[in-house]
């Protein structure tokens, strides 16, 4: 874990006489890997079916605006989760661009042969670091869950795909509580003796902190000095940016969103879901980042997404516009302060 | 401005180099003065009328939770803000506790008179450094508004009485686009000029980012070092906790908020309005600061709010509960991933 600078600190605002280098790690210009994971978390718990063709069409407009990569879909069983049973013809209607990833949820060796027809390019394995989620989620401990992954890794490599490996509940389980980061480190090691390099740590229900995101990042650098982390925060409880700042300052560049911060919390009404896309790309811009990626062309699909679903959205930059959206005099009246 | 550290940096998690220090910048334990602001910049841009008992429920409900300072009201004129109207009857059902500090916007002589009479401890002056915003927001020219301030001055320490001063649009103004560090510094001065220590800098429509924050932080310190500085964010755009990350690492322990994310922003239909207490509150606690607050107390004047105002508000804990709220394995079936 990067030291903590002491500080000598006051209770006031300007008068700090050990100061702390900026939050920002990076040059400007340092390029941040977003992948949009709404199509995959969002859709998956909406009530009512999205249209494969509009599926579709947010995906491709998405890549349009500049996403590299996209979570499209998931091979899980369509009776577990019907919304995403078109897996198949979704990836099949995805125009790519040069240098478009394409990745899915892949959770067996079933999944993995029907994915392994398609243009995917990375599949994702997934287990949760905690036990009671793993046997809530799919019905299988721990163990169980990464023995199906020998399977997958095979038949993805026969097709000639990428396999990343996804760990849930990384920062907190809505069921048991804390998880500590060895629960993390253990299923890392597990992926990388795989030969998996990519590891994505999600904050499935909101419950990552700035505390938690730089013990994990400690104990991972310790342990699998050797794979590339992606950071999968939810915004549940409001800190999922500031999270990000986090990450940043401890050096990650890779970060899933999704489009409006479509998705949510099964265990709380109302809840946020993954943290939003455009807000994402709208703060990382805004910090001297590069992301590739057009914040114009981002909020109309944006909007599209949210008119697709009927309901609104959480994300903010698609509600109040870019930064230097200008306003008119006679535009309204302000009240004062 | 604190210095970036160069990082080596690689396009992936793990692999960097050279590490940065944590956004954490003050020991475990350093405490974070709040500021509620809800009943005064939320409450003034509601639509209907809340009704004064309602209010002061709220205000005393805050203190209570642990908030040490609340902006309680505007002693602006009644006709262009009705909704706070009943400024002094509200500050007159304020219980203090010790240690409370009550606030309040006082624009001008006339402002300061009647504030005189109640038991605020503290009247904060305001100004735009944006000259369209200021002649929109005040209908004055900056020079015009800042030649009120010395009247309020005598007012307030002959009534025994502090005087903090505000600067709208501090980081960014709707009608103007960017502001730059010398107009806030400007003011700056002619506040320390007059005696005042406080400095508060409004976020009013959303502009702030890490980039400008630290830039504004740095100007000060160099021009005013021996003021005080408290950052008001809005999440107009969604950044604002990012940002209180960057105040954190910048050395900054005041902020303003609002509960239950009250408020809103006049150009954005929709948009969030001052960062949220309880989601402030929440992200502090889980980065190991201290508060003095007790969140669900906070949570459970939220929710009041939230009802009071028969709309939903945008803060965040509120909804998902703290961070190790527990749920059975029954409650929900969860989606993969």
Redesign the interface.
Known sequence: ???????K????????EA?????????QG??I?ICEVGP??GF??EKSFIPTGRKIEIVNGLIDAGLRKVQVT?F?SPR??PQLADAAEVLAGVKRRPGTVLTA?V?NARGAERAAETQLDVMGV?CSASE??S????NASIDETLARFPAVVEIASAAGKRVQG?V?TAF?C??E??VAPEQVVRIARFYRDLGIVD?NL?D????A???NV?AL?AA??AA????????HFH?????G??N???GL??????YDSSIGGLGG????????GNI?TE?LV??LQ???YETGIDLDQLIDVARLTQTSLGR?LP???M???P???????D???????
Request: glycine fraction near 12%; proline fraction near 6%; charged fraction near 20%.
């Open positions: 874990m990067g030291a903590v600078v002491p500080a600190q006051e209770r006031s605002g300007l008068m700090v100061r702390h280098v900026s939050t920002m790690p990076a040059r340092t390029r890997e995959r978390d998956q718990i998931s899980v577990a989760v949820l959770p997934f009671t989620h046997r809530k989620n799919v996804d849930a907190g809505p069921f509580g804390d590891l999600g499935t229900t909101g419950m902190t700035p505390t730089s990042l991972l650098r699998v000095p050797e794979m590339t982390v992606t950071l915004n549940t409880r409001g800190v940016l500031a990000v700042m986090v300052a401890e050096g990650v560049t890779r919390c099964p265990f709380a009404a109302g809840a946020s939003c807000d709208y703060l805004e910090s001297g609104e994300g903010q930059v509600k109040a516009g930064r230097l959206t200008r306003h008119g005099v535009d309204v009246a302000t009240a004062a302060g």
